[in-house]
């Protein structure tokens, strides 16, 4: 069965049971997905989800005890993709929540059709972003790209340079992996590159980077 066919098995997450009832509802209604669960409070969902192995979890972030952030944080440390919904676009949310391994931002007043978009996207691992969301992130990439790299970008461009993951070069330098994410969005702008290959090959071009001998280990 490929996975266009595969029924998406929801989380439902946020401190109001009405929130969570009118979610519910509506994705109740349509075959293509099904709620394996509701939390009110982020540690409620990080035990859930341990429990239901759901497909997406959808976050909320402010809640009372363990907050969207530090729950995402932990979700996607264990390969779990979140989909923060809410009603919050300032950058004091937005950055801290992607930076934590959230795999897209949508606001509670995006449509329905919109919505549910963006539920199938993440579940394919896709990036979905309110506009708000990517305007700021846009914004942070611009606003980086002046100066130098830092010791850390260097560092974290090594790593890649010699074919290292994200997760890889994140255990290599005992920072998150969303961390290490977050590094590489800073030089790509800084840079004026797109993606990893193209930031190694600029960064090489440069001299940041300098090739390895063959006898070097």
Do not use: C, W
Not at 27 to 35: G, H, K, L, Q
Not at 79 to 97: E, F, I, M, N
Not at 104 to 116: N, V
Not at 190 to 205: H, Y
């Amino acid at each position: 069965m490929s996975r266009s066919d595969t029924v998406i098995r929801l989380l439902i997450v946020d401190d109001h049971p009405v929130v969570r009832d009118g979610l519910s509802s509506m994705f109740a209604r349509d075959p293509e997905f099904e709620v394996v669960g509701e939390a009110g409070d982020g540690a409620e969902a990080v035990r859930l989800a341990d429990t239901l192995r759901p497909d997406v979890v959808l976050m909320d972030l402010r809640m009372p005890g363990m907050d969207g952030v530090s729950a995402t944080r932990e979700l996607a440390g264990r390969g779990v993709r979140v989909l923060v919904l809410t009603t919050y676009d300032t950058d004091s949310h937005v950055l801290p929540a992607i930076e934590a391994g959230a795999t897209g931002y949508l606001l509670k007043d995006a449509p329905r059709d919109e919505l549910l978009r963006a539920v199938r996207a993440t579940a394919r691992g896709e990036a979905v972003l309110a506009p708000s969301a990517a305007a700021l992130l846009m914004s942070r990439v611009r606003s980086s790209s002046s100066g130098p790299l830092s010791r850390r970008e260097l560092e974290v461009l090594q790593l890649v340079a010699a074919g290292a993951t994200n997760r890889e070069a994140a255990a290599r330098l005992f920072i998150t992996e969303a961390t290490v994410k977050s590094h590489l969005l800073n030089i790509y702008g800084k840079l004026g590159v797109g993606d990893r290959a193209a930031a190694v090959t600029e960064a090489f071009n440069r001299g940041l980077l300098v090739p390895r001998s063959p006898e070097q280990p």
